[in-house]
């Protein structure tokens, strides 16, 4: 930094002493009687030199008369067209002086400056690719070896889910917490390991949240595979269901809604951090018993400084310029556009556009022009402009989440309102469609009736005006 701070001061004194040369250089300029006279006047003026050097001529007397003379002389012999060219190509020759070595002095800078910054890259590398992963599988063995001893290896239940880079187990209890999930990795190589190291250190280092799920610990089987291949467990906090899940089998407008306020919560803070998630998806969307979400998988968690540009994430959910390897954390604003449109959808097929992409590559070709998921009917026109803005192209033009939070509250709000206006016209409509007969009067709408008790009484109501007609027409016959 030092090194540093003395060049920029002496590329700044550089800088001032040609511009100074060059404002000086109009200052300097040389006007003498042969670069500004006529040619005659310069002719006569060499005469009358010679003639005052002859045998038998007294010399002037040098005294403030003769100077004054001979000043009017100059100045009264002075051509303005010479003058003028004179002193403007003296000036161009000492600006372009001043400037070419000014040039000079910029590209010895910038080699310098390049040099340093190539270095500078190289050891950012490093730490990116070697030590930053080596100093968190330090931390991972060595905390995984304390929790080993204070508490033991976890018992594994029934799986819960499978995943691409491991399967989650049950776990009764573990460390005082109950109950838990365990997520359990193999690392097949180096850079697995090293994946898995940073995971684990940024999960670990996330100051607790109500909207992220908090590891509990770690521990390394080295029995797994008959000790060829240790499994990392990490012991999770566990919770219901995962959004995917959830909206497969069914989940309400309003509670969708809260979750994706309880999602933007979730992503944040983890700006908050200084990370990027990278990998915002309804599979990495838990929810607990009342359905609240967290947000977990922490696998492709980078702080932005860190990002080394590689190309991550679930392709449907991946913004353009992820594709390029310069992004920002806004990548986590287009996700969440994205998943707010499987939110507002409320089922879990792809949109038609990407349907009809039948491989990765030309899912993100289209992704890349433009292509994004469909209008559909239920849509409400401000969630569907937000998703619009979310998944913009431009990664600048994208809304802060902080704009994005109140936004959602108020369409949770409205659709708050419109729940209990419907609500209030399904009682009056049901109170006009009650028959009059003695049998349906007891099935009159109570509010401390269940629904589902109402629908037996209407049921049975329908059963005894069937028997008595029934027993009418066999009357009859």
Not at 183 to 190: H, I, N, Q, T
Not at 275 to 293: C, G
Not at 356 to 385: I, M, T, Y
């Amino acid at each position: 930094m030092d090194k540093m701070k003395n060049d920029r001061e002496l590329y700044n004194l550089i800088n001032c002493t040609y511009f100074l040369q060059m404002v000086n250089a109009a200052y300097q300029v040389e006007v003498t009687v042969t670069t500004s006279s006529s040619v005659l006047r310069s002719l006569w003026e060499k005469m009358k030199q010679i003639m005052a050097t002859m045998p038998g001529r007294t010399p002037p007397v040098i005294d403030g008369e003769w100077k004054s003379k001979v000043a009017a002389d100059i100045l009264m012999s002075l051509s303005e067209t010479r003058l003028t060219k004179s002193i403007c190509a003296q000036f161009r020759e000492r600006l372009k002086n001043s400037h070419d070595s000014f040039l000079g002095s910029l590209k010895v800078l910038e080699a310098q400056l390049t040099s340093q910054l190539v270095k500078t890259e190289g050891q950012q590398t490093r730490i990116k690719k070697v030590d930053a992963p080596k100093l968190a599988r330090l931390s991972l063995e060595s905390t995984s070896l304390r929790d080993m001893i204070l508490f033991g290896m976890p018992r594994l239940d029934r799986e819960l889910g499978r995943g691409q880079y491991g399967v989650v187990y049950g776990c009764e209890a573990w460390g005082g917490h109950r109950p838990c999930a365990v997520k359990s990795l193999v690392p097949l190589d180096e850079k697995h390991w090293n994946d898995l190291a940073m995971e684990f250190h940024y999960t670990r280092s996330v100051p607790e949240h109500e909207r992220i799920v908090a590891l509990k610990g770690s521990v390394i089987d080295h029995t797994y595979g008959q000790g060829e291949s240790p499994a990392v467990l990490l012991i999770m906090d566990r919770l219901t269901r995962d959004l995917y899940s959830a909206i497969k089998h069914g989940l309400d407008w309003l509670i969708r809604l809260q979750v994706s306020l309880d999602v933007t919560q979730g992503i944040r803070f983890l700006h908050s951090q200084g990370l990027v998630h990278r990998d915002i998806k309804l599979k990495n969307v838990l929810l607990d018993k009342h359905n609240r979400a967290k947000l977990t998988d922490l696998g492709f968690c980078k702080p932005e400084a860190m990002m080394s540009g590689s190309i991550v994430g679930t392709p449907i959910h991946m913004a353009p310029e992820l594709f390029t390897g310069h992004y920002d954390n806004s990548v986590d604003v287009y996700a969440f556009g994205i998943l707010f449109w499987y939110i507002c959808a409320g089922h879990i097929r792809l949109p038609l556009i990407f349907e009809q992409c039948h491989s990765k590559d030309q899912l993100w070709n289209c992704v890349r022009k433009g292509a994004r998921p469909e209008k559909l009917p239920v849509f409400e026109d401000k969630c569907w402009d937000l998703m619009q803005e979310c998944w913009d192209g431009e990664p600048a033009k994208r809304p802060l989440l902080g704009d994005v939070e109140p936004r959602l509250m108020e369409i949770m709000a409205g659709g708050s309102k419109k729940l209990d206006e419907d609500k209030d016209k399904g009682k009056g409509q049901v109170s006009k469609d009650l028959p009059e007969e003695q049998d349906v009067q007891d099935c009159t709408i109570d509010s401390a009736i269940d629904a589902t008790e109402q629908i037996g009484c209407l049921a049975r109501g329908s059963l005894s005006h069937l028997g008595n007609s029934l027993l009418y027409i066999s009357g009859t016959l």
